[in-house]
């Protein structure tokens, strides 16, 4: 592996690592309040900050290697990154919070798979399309609010299956919280459905795109090479 891989590796790993220790203790703290969607929006905006743009999220890796913003060989190794600091985040995440708090993660409790891979596919195809809108069109500094707003809109109003966007995130808190929940049926609402969805947003996105081709679209496609 190469030099540029293995720094691809490590950024990964240690943004999947700090996203959740940054967020899930102020989501099981604050819950649904004003506080902690205002911690959520900031620490979003924080996380992307520090990490540089990095991805944490298997189901974009792979889309946007259809867009060109990654290698196969990239993302393989992004993905690979980024579960390694998932799995690792939640034990810490549980360390750190009081006792008395209790956490939470996306699970399939109270809807069936077939609800649960339509909602999945549905959000994460809203993500993307946000991802891809703020990034080629608007650019920096204000894509950031726009994608933190956006993600925490799309948690809040897609509480069936957690909900995850982010197949990342689903496996690493199965893994602590109910290994034995990692199934066929996980898989197919938090991989499959997930992946289907930010790959659907991306052909619609490459067939619409407008033929202008911003500054800030060019500097995020160099960001993901």
Same mark, same amino acid.
């Given at each position: 592996? &190469?030099? =540029?891989?293995?720094?691809?590796? /490590? ?11 940054? /967020?899930?203790?102020?989501? !099981?703290? /604050? ?19 520090? $990490?540089?743009? &990095? ?11 259809? %867009?060109?913003?990654? $290698? ?37 409790? $109270? ?18 399309? /946000?991802?891809?809108?703020? +990034?080629?069109?608007?650019?920096? #500094?204000?894509?950031? #609010? ?10 809040? %109003?897609?509480? =069936? ?8 995130? +689903?496996?690493?808190?199965?893994? %602590?919280?109910? #290994?034995? &929940? ?10 499959? !459905? ?7 947003? $991306? ?6 795109? #407008? ?15």
């Amino acid at each position: 592996m &190469s030099a =540029k891989m293995v720094g691809v590796f /490590l950024q990964e790993c240690f943004a999947s690592f700090l996203m959740l220790v940054l /967020l899930f203790p102020f989501g !099981s703290f /604050l819950g649904d309040t004003w506080m902690g969607w205002t911690a959520h929006f900031f620490c979003v905006m924080l996380h992307d900050w520090i $990490t540089g743009g &990095s991805q944490v999220n298997p189901a974009v890796s792979i889309a946007t290697t259809l %867009y060109g913003w990654n $290698t196969p060989a990239s993302a393989a190794v992004r993905i690979a990154g980024q579960l390694v600091g998932g799995l690792a985040a939640f034990p810490v995440v549980a360390r750190v919070l009081p006792p008395y708090v209790k956490m939470g993660g996306p699970m399939l409790n $109270t809807t069936s798979v077939a609800d649960g891979c339509a909602w999945e596919f549905g959000l994460t195809f809203a993500l993307l399309i /946000l991802v891809y809108v703020a +990034a080629t069109q608007i650019g920096l #500094p204000a894509q950031r #609010p726009i994608i933190a707003g956006g993600i925490r809109t799309l948690i809040y %109003y897609g509480g =069936k299956t957690g909900p995850a966007m982010n197949p990342m995130i +689903a496996l690493s808190w199965a893994y %602590y919280a109910a #290994p034995a &929940s990692i199934n066929m049926d996980h898989f197919l609402v938090y991989w499959v !459905s997930s992946t289907a969805g930010a790959i659907a947003a $991306t052909l619609l996105w490459k067939a619409v795109e #407008p033929k202008r081709i911003t500054e800030a679209g060019e500097e995020a496609k160099d960001k993901y090479d």
